[in-house]
């Protein structure tokens, strides 16, 4: 379901920033200065490891223990993860892409502003994360380093010819059919955004008569009031919808679709609450597909340029990886530890860092991307799962 947390973005600048976490701060067991791989001149820690462990484990919320076993697993997982994004930030070091404070400071403040809190709920969410104001911008740095370099290699990709997308058409068919669904926007109204379900049932209830008024249109209300900022950002535009993806997206309001489906194009519903988590909606319908029908060529063509170059780029991408750790010095010490003596995954011990994280578990936010919309989950047109292509509207 549409997860609305006021505090998301912030979680995500938070957490995504620490992964390369550059000082190392004490841990009280002394594990935290341990030094776990190297990559070129630079140490990564195993601090910096159990922190991105911690983490993970912060957000499952299930205050689980890892055996031994478990840990050294989850170390050597996370480590690689770190060495290959520090094999990728020294590569953007080599090609100058690495942005000046200037774009840094930038980031920064339109993510704090995304985010929509306080300097004191800000500066609180960077203590519980052990960083200081420096240490994320350089953590900024380095994610704005990596990406510029991943997009200009994406940029390297060619689209594919019209020999190719003919191709494809032809060799998956019978993938490409519309299933019976409607295309539909959305206003969403959270209690965790309204001090609870009174205030979301009082501003919902106020939404819907600006709608009923017809002074303002149900896209420009949606930009303005609706707490699901994916579609926001769209109108409230979320694309089609099979009535199956509908059900299993409103599994607690069952009779969303079928309501949906009774309406005429351009109406919307009366505010509808969510029995789980006691939000609200109102939709509108934009367009109705009564009947299954063969999509042509021309319906999804941008689908497959968009399905062929994903992928192509996705190799250059993992191509890329390969490479640079082939061009980098890398030691993996930690592994090189577990191999010289297998004893160590028995003795082996969670730092004071992950002891604190499962004795004392805490919900957090999940981190999603924030420039993907999630309400409803759609297939690429290659990986139909029961034989049925989105249409070239398909959400996003």
């Known amino acids: 379901m549409f997860r609305l947390s006021k505090n998301l973005i912030l979680a995500s600048l938070v957490v995504l920033a620490s992964v390369l976490l550059a000082s190392c701060k004490s841990d009280s067991n002394g ?15 195993l601090r910096q490891v159990d922190s991105l462990i911690k983490q993970q484990l912060d957000q ?54 995304g985010a929509q809190v306080t300097e004191e709920q800000y500066q609180e969410q ?48 019978a993938e490409f059919v519309a299933e019976r669904g409607a295309d539909i926007s959305m206003i969403v109204v959270a209690p965790a955004n309204n001090g609870g379900e009174a205030g979301a049932e009082q501003k919902i209830k106020t939404i819907y008569e600006q709608l009923r008024s017809g002074t303002t249109d149900f896209a420009t209300v949606a930009a303005q009031k609706s707490e699901d900022q994916a579609s926001a950002l769209r109108g409230g535009q979320l694309g089609f919808a099979s009535e199956a993806g509908l059900k299993q997206t409103f599994s607690s309001r069952p009779d969303i679709p079928s309501t949906l489906m009774a309406l005429k194009e351009g109406q919307f519903t009366d505010p509808i609450k969510d029995k789980l988590a006691g939000t609200w909606y109102i939709f509108k319908l934009n367009r109705k597909q009564e009947q299954p029908q063969n999509l042509t060529l021309t319906n999804v063509r941008p689908d497959i340029i968009n399905t062929i170059t994903q992928q192509r780029q996705q190799i250059l991408l993992q191509a890329l990886v390969m490479v640079t750790l082939a061009e980098t010095s890398t ?66």
């Open 31 to 45: 594990a935290s200065n341990e030094v776990a791989a190297r990559v070129g001149s630079r140490d990564i820690t």
């Open 331 to 396: 030691k993996n010490l930690l592994a090189e530890r577990i191999v010289q003596n297998p004893q160590s995954m028995v003795e082996m011990r969670p730092s004071h860092l992950l002891e604190s994280s499962q004795s004392q578990p805490q919900a957090q936010p999940r981190i999603e991307n924030q420039n993907q919309s999630t309400p409803i989950a759609n297939r690429p047109a290659s990986s139909a799962a029961n034989g049925n292509a989105r249409p070239s509207n398909a959400i996003r």
């Open 60 to 113: 499952g919320g299930s205050g689980k223990t890892l055996s031994p076993a478990e840990l050294v697993a989850a170390r050597l997982s996370v480590l690689d993860t770190l060495i290959q994004a520090e094999a990728m930030f020294q590569k953007a070091q080599k090609e100058n892409l690495v942005p000046d404070d200037s774009k840094v400071n930038q980031e920064v403040q339109k993510r704090k502003q």
């Open 126 to 173: 960077l203590k519980q994360a052990g960083m200081t104001e420096d240490e994320l911008r350089d953590k900024v740095r380095r994610e704005l380093a990596i990406d510029a370099l991943r997009e200009r290699e994406r940029t390297r990709v060619s689209a594919p010819t019209d020999a190719e997308i003919d191709k494809y058409y032809s060799d998956h068919k």
